[in-house]
C-alpha cells in the first residue's frame, strides 16, 4: 500500500496526493486509468513497442507484471511501470488537482503554488522503505532489475529514463541539490553511462569538482519515490535551486529524505530503487555510451564514434522490497516525457515571466508534440504598442526559453494559449508575416536538436540555433481594429438553460 498527503484546504489540492509510486499506481487503479499486463513480455523491445503503441492511442498507464527472466520473488524485482503521465488527468492526479484539468489549468496551479505557497525544503529522517535491502560490493548487478531494451539502434539497456540524478554543488556545500533528468545507460554490472549535456547544472556541479582538485563527483540516481520527483527533474528552474524545495511547495510539505552516510546526499526515503556512487570528474576517465532513441523522435550518439560521457561507479544500491522499476519510452512524442516537459516548462516560463515583469500575461503553452520544449505560445491582454514583441522576446531570455526554444506565437486575450484551432486562426487573420516576424540568428540550443547539421565537429557547432518571434495580435496602436464576431450574451445565457432540452449531451461554458 502507498503513503498519501491529506491537504484539502492547500491551495488547488481537491484530492490526496499521493506520497509516493505505489500510492500514485494505487488511484490510476482505482479511477481506470491503470492497465496490468499480466502475460509475460520480453525486456527487449517488447515491452517498449508496448507502451509506445499504448500511448500513441492515448491508452492508460501500464503495470507489467511479468518480465521475461524477471519472476516475482527472484533477483531484484519483476514490474515495470511505463506511460504514467502521458495524459494531463493522470498529472493531475499526481498533483490532487480536478482531473478534468488541462496543461494552462495544472501549470497555471503550479505556478501558485511555487510563488504563494513558497519553496519547502526536504525533511530529514533516519529510516525508510528504501532502505528494506541495501546491495554492496560483489553482490551488486543492475541487470538483476528488469531493465528494458527500448529501440533497436539503442547503444544497450536504458536504467535511467524516468529517473532523476542527485548531484551537490560542492561549493554550496549542503544547500543546493540538484535533481537533474538524464539518461543512464547500462555500461556494465556496476556502471552507468550518465548524458550530462555540457552548461546542465550537473556539469556545472562537476566543473567546480575538478577545478576544486577533487577527482569524483558524488552521485545517486532515483526511480520511483514521489511522481513529483520525475515531474520535477526536468524543470528548468533558476541556478542554485532545488528541485526538491518545489515538491515540498506543490505538495504542502517537505518531502522525506534520507541523508547518505555513503555520498552524504539526500535520498527520498520512499523510493522504489536508487544507485549511489561517483562520477570521475576527468574527461579523460570517461567511456563511450548510446546512441539513444531521444525524446526528439530521434536517435543520439553513435557509442563507437560519440565523444566519452561521464559514468557512474556505482558502489550502493538500495531498494524496497518487490520494487517497481518506472520507465519512460521516450521517442516521438507524445510521451510522458513530453507531457511533463510541457507542464512544468510552461509553469516555469509562466512564472518566469511574471518575475521579469511583463504585465498582461493570460496563459502560456509550451506544447508536448514540440517536444515539450521547442514551441511555446502566450497570451496577452495588450497595454502599449509593442507589447507583443516585448512578450515575446522576454520568453526567450528565460532560464526555460534561453535553452533550445526555436519559436514563440503571442496571441490575443481572447484566445487561450492551448486553444491550437483559435491559435491558426490568430496566425491566418492576424499575422502578416513581413511586419509581425522577429528572426533572432543565435540563441542557446540543446546539441540533441536534429534539425541541426552534423559536422565533423558537430557538437560545438550545434549548440546554437536560430529563433523565430511570430506576433500574431492585433496592433495595439492601430485606430482601427477589424472588428471580431462575437456571440449575443443574453442570447447564449438562455440557451444554456435549454441546452438539455434541445437534445445535447454537453453543455456551453
Known sequence: MGEFIEKKDYFGVKYPIPRDLRAFIEILDKEGELKRIKAEVDWNLELSHIAKLNEERG??????????DYKPGEKRGSKVFTSAFTTPKRVAIALGMDRSAGVVDIAREWMTRVTKGGKIPPKKVSDGPVMENVVEGDKINLLDFPVPQFYPQDGGRYFGTAVYLLTRDPEKGKEWVNLGTYRMMVLDEKSLGVQILKGKDADVMMQKYREMGEKEMPAAAVIGGTPLGFLTGSTLVEYGTSEYEIIGALQGEPIEVIESDLTGLPIDARAEIVVEGFIPVDEKEWKPEGPFGEY??????????????????????????????????????????????????????????????????QSVYILPESGGRFWAIISIKQMYPGHGRHAGLAAFATVVGNYGMKGVIVVDEDIRADDLPRVWWALSMRYNPIEDTEIIKKGRSTPLDPSLPIY?????????????????????EWERKP??????????????????????????E
Open 59 to 68: 491508452g492508460p498507464a501500464l503495470l507489467f507484471e511479468n518480465i521475461k
Open 456 to 476: 565533423k565537429d558537430w557538437y560545438d557547432r550545434r549548440l546554437l540555433v536560430s529563433r523565430i518571434l511570430i506576433d500574431a495580435t492585433t496592433p495595439y
Open 296 to 361: 526528439t523522435g530521434y536517435y543520439s550518439g553513435k557509442a563507437k564514434e560519440e565523444f566519452p560521457k561521464p559514468w557512474l561507479r556505482v558502489e550502493r544500491i538500495m531498494h524496497r522490497n518487490d520494487p517497481i522499476f518506472w520507465a519512460t519510452t521516450v521517442g516521438r512524442p507524445v510521451t510522458d516525457t513530453h507531457m511533463i516537459q510541457s507542464i512544468n516548462r510552461t509553469a516555469e516560463l509562466w512564472t518566469q515571466l511574471e518575475q521579469v515583469g511583463v504585465p498582461g500575461i
Open 483 to 508: 472588428q471580431v464576431i462575437e456571440l449575443d450574451k443574453e442570447t447564449v445565457e438562455k440557451l444554456k438553460q435549454r441546452w438539455e432540452e434541445l437534445g445535447f449531451d454537453w453543455k456551453p
